[in-house]
């Protein structure tokens, strides 16, 4: 059992926990992420390693509850616990000098970017960042982003907060006042990151995205996150998380992502009617940044 140390909300449906589990936090690096496991039947969920304490060992996530798995986990409390927590997986993000650097962060996508932002901030890089959300009541993280980044425009789809409009609006703005953007790394909704992959394939501008496809047993085995990068098939799971945004296929990752909607909610549904009680058969609803 990995307790839970800390459990609050931190934006609407979306909650931060701290998680005893020494042995991922002595190892984590930015961009990997771990896999929970409520109960011995429960669905593998797949979420970013926002942080970590290797002296009182523990790991920080953050999620949006959205499913039937994502819901339990956000009715957990300190002192409950996961049944397991596998970690850290995938590729750690490749950090070097690379100059200016844009980071994008969408909606929870903002979790996944907190700790590759301070790591290439931490490698003498200057680091602009882009925050977004639908509202303001979905912005999240944005304290701490400022605290990383040399620069920061903070944008709402509707204007509630900040400046309206998307990151895509903010990035094309820097594009067209000259700025220099050696590296580019967007995480959010996969039509944000198909976005924003457009945004600078004209300028050829090397972006990098973050992906969140469905997840199994996130060792390569499965093959459920297979993904089509520049012609070839890779596995999120091992090859990346992160790879080149003008080289992914989204259009067919949106399709692989859609193909478990139907099972999704009739999981949700068979939940709320248990009043929140059925930890047992899963749906598969993952995503890295909280499915």
């Not at 429960?42 to 979420?47: D, K, S």
């Not at 070097?96 to 290439?120: D, N, Q, R, S």
């Not at 220099?180 to 990098?208: F, K, N, Q, W």
Request: aromatic share 4%; net charge neutral; glycine share 12%.
């Amino acid at each position: 059992m990995y307790p839970v140390l800390e459990s609050r909300e931190i934006a609407k449906n979306v909650f931060l926990q701290r998680i005893r589990a020494p042995r991922i936090a002595a190892k984590r690096k930015a961009g990997q992420f771990l896999v929970l496991r409520l109960g011995e039947e429960g669905e593998r969920i797949p979420l970013t390693i926002v942080d970590s304490d290797p002296v009182d060992g523990s790991v920080t996530i953050i999620f949006q509850a959205v499913g039937k798995s994502t819901t339990a986990f956000s009715r957990l409390s300190a002192g409950d616990g996961y049944t397991d927590v596998v970690g850290p997986l995938g590729k750690p993000t490749h950090v070097e000098t690379f100059g200016t650097v844009v980071g994008i962060g969408g909606g929870i996508g903002a979790a996944p970017l907190l700790p590759i932002a301070a790591a290439v901030k931490q490698a003498g890089n200057r680091l602009v960042t882009i925050l977004g959300a639908r509202t303001k009541e979905l912005l999240i993280l944005e304290d701490e982003m400022r605290a990383v980044s040399d620069d920061i425009v903070v944008t709402t789809d509707d204007g509630s907060y900040a400046e309206k409009g998307f990151v895509t609006t903010a990035l094309q703005a820097m594009i067209d006042r000259g700025d220099t953007i050696d590296l580019c790394v967007a995480i959010g909704p996969v039509p944000m990151m198909r976005a924003v992959a457009e945004v600078t394939r004209p300028h050829r501008i090397r972006t990098v995205v973050s992906l969140n496809p469905i997840m199994v047993d996130a060792t390569g085995m499965c093959g459920a996150c297979r993904v089509t990068v520049g012609g070839e098939t890779k596995f999120v799971c091992v090859d990346g998380p992160e790879f080149d945004g003008h080289e992914v296929d989204f259009k067919e990752l949106v399709l692989r992502n859609r193909a478990y909607l139907k099972e999704e909610r009739a999981a949700m549904e068979r939940y709320e009617h248990a009043g929140g009680k059925c930890m047992g058969s899963g749906s598969v609803a993952p995503g890295k940044g909280g499915a």
